[in-house]
């Protein structure tokens, strides 16, 4: 099983990215995919979740409004747009994968993870 995570980069306050989580080796319609991010000196902490179907998604209260969370089952791969992005959303981004139909917010819940890909925004 094998989830890449990519399209992390440095941008400026108020644009654009779009992180994508490929997955490999698991049936991956089976599985919720959530984001987690971690900035220097700082916990882990969830940013979004999404469902099996991609019907239903979930978003920190930090992120709410800017971020927006989306898969696409045929390609095995999970997405996640941030729009309006902010310095404090600097950290490094990483996609994870539990066998459920339900996603969860919590990272201990999430099985598989990818190697992280770095967002950077400055001011």
């Known amino acids: 099983v094998q989830l890449q995570a990519s399209g992390g980069g440095l941008v400026q306050a108020g644009e654009s990215l779009r992180l994508s989580c490929g997955a490999s080796?698991?049936?991956?319609?089976?599985?919720?995919v959530a984001w987690f991010r971690q900035a220097p000196g700082k916990e882990r902490e969830f940013v979004a979740a999404?469902?099996?179907?991609?019907?239903?998604?979930s978003y920190a209260g930090s992120v709410k409004g800017r971020f927006t969370c989306s898969r696409d089952n045929a390609k095995n791969t999970g997405y996640l747009q941030m729009n309006s992005l902010k310095p404090e959303d600097s950290a490094v981004y990483y996609c994870?994968?539990?066998?459920?139909?339900?996603?969860?917010?919590?990272?201990?819940?999430?099985?598989?993870w990818g190697q992280g890909t770095l967002v950077t925004v400055s001011s």
């Open positions: 999404i469902n099996w179907s991609g019907g239903i998604s």
């Open positions: 994870a994968a539990a066998r459920s139909a339900n996603y969860y917010t919590g990272a201990n819940q999430y099985r598989y």
């Open positions: 080796g698991l049936p991956f319609s089976s599985y919720a």
